[in-house]
């Protein structure tokens, strides 16, 4: 009893004074702040990073779940820790020892090429991580970006080098179905942002362009390949947002120099068979898809639109009810979870 009374009075007296329930929690948990200039960052330059969807007003939570989880799976690969003040420590990708011992995380992979993409990021990690042991600090890799709809995260890397942000994904996935990550709890999705650009009919082609031609050499196809594609386009909280004085409109849209979900389809399909002549249309059961994500960025003026592009294999999308990233949940525990 005594020892427990002597404990509960330092904690009493190490307790600091004047601060806020917030603030005090906060020193445990070690919360990035918003990077207030990404608004203008990402009209400048393209950017990769992870667009996180959870539950309106947990968005505190969700933030520490979501970088705890990147912090293992994504931040070893760059060198860096999500938070300077945090020590460095080694990480890997998923658990292995040796490079023969691949075994131990692929237990759910379905694809040669699926085991291929784990072993690259885990590859890299390991020799990274490996590299920044005798750092006494590292500076932050990821940004926290602001944004203006509840029920999102963003988090961008700040270096402008080429991040395997799907294949992270894959491998965070792989962990959860062999029950070597537990199911997060205020994470509902991570949608990997492979690029962003200004919402153009110019850029999303540029960006797609790249991106579909990256993917056939990533998964050694020729365009000469029959594909079946799907095409995904998201304005989340841009609506929203841009028109709390007034009704939207299509009028609106335009003069925010936004595209309409028809000729983002257009301008995406354009793209896709110009470099795969075979291609084709499939909503049901699509081979690759591509997603266009509106980013509802705080600060970004008015007739520039910031979209996130990725380029997706079948095994990390869902197509009902709509085309969208898989859950990192299943439906049955998202729905206990709302009931409680």
Request: aromatic share 4%; charged share 25%; net charge neutral.
């Amino acid at each position: 009893m005594e020892g427990g009374k002597e404990e509960s009075g330092l904690g009493h007296e190490e307790r600091p004074q004047g601060l806020t329930p917030w603030e005090q929690h906060s020193k445990v948990i070690l919360i990035p702040r918003f990077d207030y200039k990404a608004s203008s960052s990402l009209l400048e330059r393209s950017h990769s990073g992870f667009l996180i969807t959870c539950p309106i007003k947990r968005e505190k939570s969700a933030t520490k779940e979501a970088i705890t989880i990147l912090e293992e799976y994504a931040g070893p690969m760059f060198g860096k820790n999500l938070d300077e003040s945090v020590p460095v420590k080694r990480r890997k990708v998923c658990l292995i020892e040796e490079e023969e011992g691949y075994d131990k995380c692929v237990e759910s992979i379905e694809t040669d090429s699926d085991l291929q993409a784990c072993r690259k990021v885990t590859k890299e990690a390991s020799i990274t991580s490996s590299k920044i042991d005798d750092s006494s600090k590292a500076s932050p890799s990821l940004s926290l970006v602001k944004l203006t709809k509840s029920g999102l995260l963003l988090l961008t890397f700040l270096s402008d080098n080429v991040h395997q942000t799907v294949d992270t994904l894959s491998c965070i996935f792989h962990s959860l179905g062999s029950g070597k990550l537990k199911a997060p709890i205020w994470c509902n999705r991570i949608f990997p942002i492979q690029e962003t650009c200004i919402l153009t009919e110019e850029n999303l082609n540029a960006v797609v362009s790249k991106l579909f031609k990256e993917y056939l050499s990533n998964k050694q196809v020729t365009p000469e390949t029959s594909i079946k594609f799907a095409v995904g386009y998201n304005r989340r909280g841009i609506d929203e947002t841009t028109t709390k004085a007034r009704k939207s409109t299509d009028e609106d849209s335009q003069g925010l120099g936004l595209l309409d979900r028809d000729k983002c389809f257009e301008v995406v399909a354009r793209a896709i068979k110009v470099i795969a002549n075979n291609a084709s249309v499939d909503l049901k059961s699509p081979e690759v898809a591509v997603l266009v994500e509106l980013l509802p960025v705080s600060g970004v003026l008015q007739g520039s639109s910031v979209a996130g592009v990725s380029v997706l294999p079948h095994n990390l999308l869902t197509t009902k009810p709509r085309l969208c990233i898989k859950s990192l949940v299943s439906d049955s525990k998202a729905a206990k979870r709302k009931e409680s």
